[in-house]
């Protein structure tokens, strides 16, 4: 398995700063109050430095909770998971909302609050008519009345949870200057310090235009491309970008690897992110092709699956 190149030098500092310790960082956490949590958490940090993949919560843990909505990053906190992914789009007056399709009748009762209103496209509705809208439901009548939360809502809730974000930019075509508007309000909220762009946030889209905007307002940031790229083309995608992140059946060990060597928009190697993974056996087999991340509705399925490899 590929390990990254910063953590082969951290492990084994970790290893030997817990043997000093007495013990692994997930025995002790498991003596304190919430034991659960707590295990999992230093599991987490455990992993991250000795080079596991990174397990991201695809819209929450979206397999267990209502995509995108509080409740999912919610769900993906009590299972012990701090990176989660969402989606941004904007509404008819502008507000930036967390959801995945660029129509609301998917996820959404608007076929039912708003029958007159057909392709029921997000933006065609004010951020007040979205948030009348029932978003648990159609998954389980269990989280009847979640709403489709604004990204300022989500991001109170990401603080709140000490989560990670990987926030994806959806259609970028659709909504001129969202980039621009995302990065305003990110730093309205904090998240733009340096803090936050070195270890919290990740910024992506399947927009290369996009992204190259995003590197271009902060060429601080982390930012990642959705897709598949030929090797060929690798290069070009490395002037802006950090990481790539395929859909797992479009790539082989060997583009991972011709990934991996080379550096990204910061002078680093570029990294793979995959998804959408959500069996053992697939997120075995994509680890051992040395990805860096994989992006998953059932984060507590995929990093059982990599904890045994």
């Given at each position: 398995m590929y390990v990254r190149p910063a953590t082969a030098a951290a492990a084994a500092f970790l290893g030997f700063t817990l043997t000093l310790l007495g013990g692994t960082a997930s025995s002790a956490a498991a003596n304190g109050p919430d034991s659960a949590a707590a295990t999992a958490a230093a599991a987490a940090a455990d992993r991250a430095v000795l080079g596991d993949p990174v397990v991201y919560a695809h819209r929450g843990a979206s397999a267990y909770a209502p995509e995108n909505t509080l409740d999912a990053i919610d769900m993906a906190m009590r299972l012990g998971f701090d990176w989660v992914e969402n989606d941004v789009q904007r509404t008819r007056d502008g507000e930036l909302v967390v959801i995945h399709d660029d129509t609301l009748s998917r996820t959404t009762d608007v076929e039912e609050?708003?029958?007159?209103r057909k392709p029921w496209r997000v933006k065609d509705f004010t951020a007040a008519e979205i948030a009348r809208l029932d978003a648990g439901s159609w998954f389980d009548e269990e989280f009847g009345g979640a709403r489709v939360?604004?990204?300022r809502e989500y991001m109170?809730?990401?603080?709140?949870n000490q989560q990670r974000l990987l926030l994806e930019i959806k259609k970028p075509e659709l909504y001129p200057g969202i980039e621009e508007q995302t990065l305003q309000l990110l730093d309205e909220l904090g998240w733009?310090?340096?803090?936050h762009v070195t270890r919290r946030l990740v910024?992506?889209?399947?927009?290369?235009d996009s992204v190259r905007i995003v590197h271009g307002l902060r060429p601080d940031l982390?930012?990642?491309?959705?897709?598949t790229p030929t090797v060929a083309d690798l290069p070009k995608y490395a002037e802006f970008t950090d990481r790539i992140n395929p859909w797992h059946t479009t790539i082989s060990a060997d583009w991972v690897e011709a990934v991996h060597d080379l550096l990204g928009a910061h002078g680093r190697a570029m990294e793979v992110d995959t998804w959408i993974v959500d069996d053992a056996a697939t997120a075995r087999k994509v680890a051992d092709m040395g990805v860096d991340g994989i992006i998953t509705n059932a984060p507590d399925v995929v990093q059982a699956?990599?904890?045994?490899l």
């Open positions: 609050v708003f029958p007159d939360p604004t990204l109170g809730r990401v603080q709140r733009l310090d340096e803090r910024v992506q889209s399947f927009s290369a982390v930012t990642a491309f959705l897709g699956a990599i904890d045994g």
